[in-house]
């Protein structure tokens, strides 16, 4: 099933009132693809507010989904520090963090293939999942298999390269949350070809979670009851 912006129920929404926690390499809050952010938390400083991105990798990530969904309430989770790679104990403490401070969605945009992580990450997805939150994160990229991705009650993502970035293809998985395609694209920059900029299975997590964000806009249940039940119904 493929949905477009412009169909049901994205039409129309901008994820106003939905808070998204973004955990990664930070936020550039001033950069204007961003408009600012609600807060956010540095995991891997003594310096907790220090949640400023110098990568770069999470303001792209960040400005994706704002893209998608500009009402969103964005958390930045600085869970990098000079690369793009963190342990699990980060992981597991930024997930929980998130989830206290009520975001609905957790993007994750990243992954492991050690099985070892399993039980650990799961403990967090299930901590997420009492306290209202859906993590979002890669599920598949070129036959490697990601956790936290692939677990149960995670939104699980796969890029696919072929997918414009205003749609998205929704794969059913009753009774678990459906799997997600969507464009590995990060928002356009102007003036540099799209070869030239970032992608990968990152972003089209992120459109996800733009696309998501728009679904639980003034939603009346849970936002795992609201993605099982439209995607349930819709996908029949």
Known sequence: MRLTLADPPFVGR????????????????DH???????????VVSDNETDYVDRIGHGTAVAAAIREKSPGVNLLAVRIFERQLATGVDVLDRAIRWA?????????????????????R??????????????????????????????????????????CDRDSIEVVPRSPDLP??????YPRP????????????VSFAVANTTGFLARLLEGAD?????TIQRYFSVTGR
Request: no cysteine.
């Open 99 to 119: 989830a206290d401070q009520g975001a609905q969605l957790i993007n994750l945009s990243l992954g492991t293939a050690n099985p070892a992580h399993a039980t």
């Open 32 to 42: 204007p693809h961003i408009g600012g952010v609600h807060g956010g938390i540095s």
């Open 221 to 225: 249940a849970s936002p795992v009851e």
């Open 14 to 29: 901008t994820g106003r009132g939905v808070t998204v926690a973004v955990l990664d390499s930070g936020v550039h809050a």
């Open 179 to 184: 799997t997600f395609h969507a464009s590995a």
């Open 121 to 162: 990450l799961s403990d967090a997805i299930e901590y997420a999942s009492s306290r209202g939150s859906i993590v979002v994160s890669a599920r598949e990229s070129n036959g490697v298999v990601w956790l936290p991705g692939s677990l149960l009650g995670v939104a699980g993502v796969a890029a696919d390269w072929a």
């Open 189 to 200: 920059i102007p003036g540099l070809p799209r070869e030239r900029n970032l992608s990968g």
